[in-house]
């Protein structure tokens, strides 16, 4: 059954997703949190346009990047030998920019909140800057961290647009749950878009309950 | 002699404020930095706790033989073994009191904090979560991270700003039980006259971004614990020559007889006469010999009981020999006994 596939799809591309966008959040938003910089404002607008702009912009324009004919899309052809677009390594690039906001802001939020004096104390306790960060900036910023991942992995699952221009329709490769549920529609195949939207409906809601537990309990404490 | 901290420090801050500073400050007992609000003693601190050093200026620090700093070359700030308590706390609050005391001491080494847990009555804490503590507790648990990293020198910025005139009362004895336990020479910045009077060694004072110069020690009498009694201790003020003097005192103090104890003068608090007062409402009324009249250069000199106590100069000394000391209120220090050797 495809739509098992489909499901698959969406949870792979999620999870890769998560992981290397918050591989990649982490330092952003720590710098935007912390940065003195005038330059912040443009790399704030930067990072939230995927927020605002019609996943079809933000397709469309990665599409003509990914093509082998531009210089991203061809170099990736002579590393890789392997086209971007319509392709599984494709939509997890589109996600990562797509997604980008959903990891930063949470992030930022967080770190900004870390109190600088904390962070001094530490310092002065004998932990280098890394230290300071990992064992006081991390747990102090926990549940940026938890809303971020919950919101990328759910954003991800959901997106429809950017995953449509670039990744196409192709089963097993690109067809994840949203464009499962656009294609059964387009065939009459009810039962199957009935399933798998009544599937995101539910998960979507527990993931942002979750979300809003997370950020009204103090979050977990560590001894 | 004991180590010496020296620095010498030309830095802005802001579009106004330069701290342009020299000194040398013995490394023994607590040196006092004083002066006006936006006089340059928290930045001072910071500068020498190399806690702004992306901030530039033109830096020499060394404590006791060490290089701090010799700009552009700087020890970053968790290598000199400072310990640092900050006006805001700043607990982590994702630990417990436990974990916090743990932070430093597991960076340092420090096995046990046996002591210090002791001193400043953390035992109880130990478990709890930081967000439930109340102001005064929160300001022990401050002190006593920062001495369980055993540090070489204590930084306190205004650790009491923001308690009511209570916990103050409260905590000051902890500070100086903490510091003359630990026997660790502190910076205490703080422009509360209470606060100097009760723990400072010496007074730097510090205005407009610039050293002033040291202001006359606190006055101070050493006295040694006699017995506990209601809401306190009894005290006897030393006197070398044994005279028969009432020379005993009661003060809110916790200590254990046979502790040495400073007892600070705060100088409203004393009153010089020379007749016999009467006890009146004072606490203790001592002979006093003038050993330097008040005059225009250095300040006048008293023996009290055979201890010498410098006067601030608003005292006016008149030539003579003998005058009476009437105490009011005393400031209690702990002070270290050689039994804690």
């Known amino acids: 059954m495809t739509a098992w596939a489909a499901i698959s799809l969406s949870l792979q591309l999620a999870v890769v997703t998560t992981v290397i966008l918050l591989a990649l959040a982490v330092p952003l938003a720590w710098w935007l949190a ?14 939230t346009m995927p927020l605002v702009l019609p996943p079809t912009v933000l397709g469309f324009y990665l599409l003509i990047l990914m093509s082998p004919n531009s210089w991203f899309g061809g170099i990736w052809v002579r590393v890789t030998g392997d086209t971007l677009a319509f392709s599984f390594t494709g939509l997890v690039i589109a996600s990562l920019i797509y997604s980008l906001p959903f990891a930063v802001q949470p992030l930022q939020t967080g770190f900004a909140s870390v109190p600088k004096g904390a962070l001094e104390a530490a310092r002065t306790l004998g932990a280098t800057s890394r230290d300071a960060f990992v064992s006081i900036a991390i747990p102090l910023a926990r549940r940026g961290f938890l809303t971020a991942g919950v919101l990328t992995f759910a954003h991800t699952i959901g997106e429809f647009g950017v995953v449509l221009m670039v990744g196409g329709n192709i089963p097993g490769k690109t067809r994840v749950i949203s464009i499962e549920i656009f294609s059964a529609v387009e065939t009459l195949d009810y039962a199957t878009a009935h399933l798998l939207s009544a599937g995101l409906l539910v998960f979507s809601f527990a993931i942002l309950t979750t979300v809003f537990l997370i950020n009204r309990s103090g979050g977990m404490r560590v001894a | 002699m004991p180590d010496q901290l020296h620095f010498r420090l030309k830095l802005r801050r802001g579009p106004t404020f330069r701290l342009d500073a020299e000194e040398t400050v013995p490394l023994d007992g607590v040196t006092a930095i004083s002066g006006p609000s936006g006089s340059g003693k928290t930045t001072l601190l910071r500068a020498l706790a190399g806690l702004d050093i992306r901030a530039g200026g033109d830096r020499l620090v060394t404590f006791a033989g060490q290089e701090w700093d010799r700009s552009p070359q700087h020890m970053p700030t968790e290598e000199r073994r ?3 308590v900050f006006q805001d706390p700043s607990l982590f609050s994702h630990l417990t009191v436990g974990g916090n005391l743990n932070y430093g001491a597991k960076r340092r080494g420090v ?5 210090i847990v002791e001193a400043l009555d953390l035992g109880p804490l130990l478990d709890r979560a930081v967000h439930g503590l109340s102001g ?6 401050a002190l006593g991270r920062a001495l369980s990293a055993n540090p070489a020198v204590l930084f306190l910025d205004e650790p009491m700003a923001g308690l009511d005139a209570a916990r103050k009362a409260e905590f000051l004895p902890y500070i100086a039980r903490a510091v003359s336990q630990a026997r660790v020479p502190a910076l205490y910045v703080s422009h509360a006259t209470d606060e100097i009077v009760a723990l400072a060694d010496r007074v730097l004072e510090i205005s407009g971004g610039h050293i002033t110069g040291w202001r006359t020690p606190p006055m101070r009498l050493s006295a040694r614990v006699l017995a506990e009694v209601s809401g306190g201790v009894e005290v ?11 020379a005993v005192l009661q003060i809110p103090l916790r200590a ?3 502790e040495a104890v400073g007892l600070g003068l705060p100088p409203e608090s004393v009153l010089l006469s020379p007749d016999h007062p009467g006890n009146g409402s004072a606490l203790a009324v001592l002979p006093a010999r003038v050993i330097r009249p008040s005059g225009a250069t250095e300040r006048p000199m008293l023996e009290v009981l055979g201890q010498t106590v410098t006067l601030p100069g608003r005292f006016r000394v008149p030539a003579g020999d003998r005058l009476w000391m009437s105490i009011l209120r005393v400031l209690p220090r702990p002070e270290p006994t050689d039994s804690e050797l």
Do not use: K
């Open chain 1, 34 to 47: 912390n940065t003195r910089t005038r330059l912040r404002p443009l790399i704030e607008a930067a990072v």
């Open chain 2, 82 to 84: 400072i310990g640092f």
């Open chain 2, 111 to 115: 096995t046990s904090m046996d002591a």
């Open chain 2, 136 to 141: 005064g507790e929160v300001r022990r648990v």
């Open chain 2, 236 to 246: 006897r003020v030393d006197s070398p020559d044994g005279t028969d003097v009432d």
């Open chain 2, 256 to 258: 254990m007889p046979g």
